[in-house]
């Protein structure tokens, strides 16, 4: 059964892209994807052992790949999550990264019995209705498409993952955060563009226009939103070592769908943190998202 560790994976995936995308709204995107992939690299290195599997060159190969199309995806989705609403991104994004996965696992065997096809139209409802009664406008429309294209990276990164052998463990996880920070890495310095320190932003003198009580809430806004690119990318490990598990004592389909829940995180944190209205529809929304596992769960 996928929904016991599929489930907690949304609910993480959903910390580390509501923290990766208030950390976006702050600091460029590219340099927040790099240091949150490096810390979740970190994490990795500490659980490898965890899962029990060997390396191999399959293990590698599709461990790579996922992971490029992976970081691809988060790339576009916290530049979503920057100019648009978290509320509609969010929930667009995982229509497609939950769509593509199924339409895999169902045309390699899988099949879904009559409770199993209603908890996954269930799950794809709560989805869409998690988008509804949120801003129209130029912005928006941005986040939407950037969301859209991010989706198509995360069903990819899940097909990946779950190609690789059944037997390799954590291994394509790790060597997909390999190449993703060894690309990510070479894209911030190619574009010269500078880490968040503490210590950069406490060392400046106070010129014209500036105090050192400034300085100092400079630093502490940096120092938060550093701390906000770490959480993003360890809570984005610990989500992806629980969908490892899910697809592996699971079908493909039904865990990339109840993972594709996270919006329903996402969502929630926006109102409680950002003060984001939600509407009795985008409530509903997550009833139908709980109510979705429950019966995947039984299925």
Do not use: C, K
């Not at 979503?80 to 509609?88: H, T």
């Not at 406490?202 to 550093?226: I, M, V, Y």
């Amino acid at each position: 059964m996928s929904v016991p560790f599929a489930l907690p994976s949304a609910v993480t995936y959903g910390i580390a892209d509501f923290s990766g995308g208030l950390a976006a709204r702050r600091a460029p995107v590219l340099v927040v994807t790099v240091v949150a992939q490096a810390a979740g690299l970190l994490s990795l290195l500490l659980v490898i052992g965890v899962v029990a599997g060997r390396p191999s060159a399959a293990a590698f190969g599709f461990g790579v790949l996922a992971g490029i199309a992976g970081a691809g995806g988060l790339l576009l989705y916290l530049r979503a999550l920057a100019v648009g609403p978290m509320g509609v991104v969010a929930p667009l994004s995982a229509v497609i990264g939950a769509g593509l996965p199924l339409a895999v696992g169902l045309v390699g065997g899988e099949r879904l019995g009559p409770v199993g096809v209603f908890a996954v139209g269930l799950a794809l409802l709560a989805i869409l209705l998690a988008t509804t009664g949120t801003r129209n406008d130029r912005a928006a429309t941005t986040g939407v498409l950037l969301g859209l294209a991010a989706g198509a990276g995360f069903g990819l990164f899940f097909v990946g993952v779950h190609a690789a052998p059944a037997d390799s463990g954590l291994w394509p996880l790790l060597a997909g955060r390999l190449a993703s920070v060894t690309l990510l890495t070479g894209l911030v310095l190619r574009h010269h563009l500078p880490l968040p320190t503490r210590s950069r932003a406490a060392s400046r003198t106070p010129g014209t226009g500036g105090s050192a009580g400034a300085t100092e809430r400079d630093a502490r806004s940096r120092g938060r939103t550093l701390a906000l690119m770490v959480v993003s990318g360890v809570f984005d490990t610990v989500a992806n070592v629980l969908f490892l598990v899910a697809a592996r004592v699971g079908d493909l389909g039904i865990s990339a769908v109840v993972v594709s829940l996270y919006p329903v995180v996402v969502v929630l944190l926006a109102r409680v943190v950002l003060g984001e209205r939600l509407t009795r529809t985008q409530l509903l929304s997550a009833v139908l998202a709980l109510t979705a596992s429950a019966l995947l769960s039984a299925a």
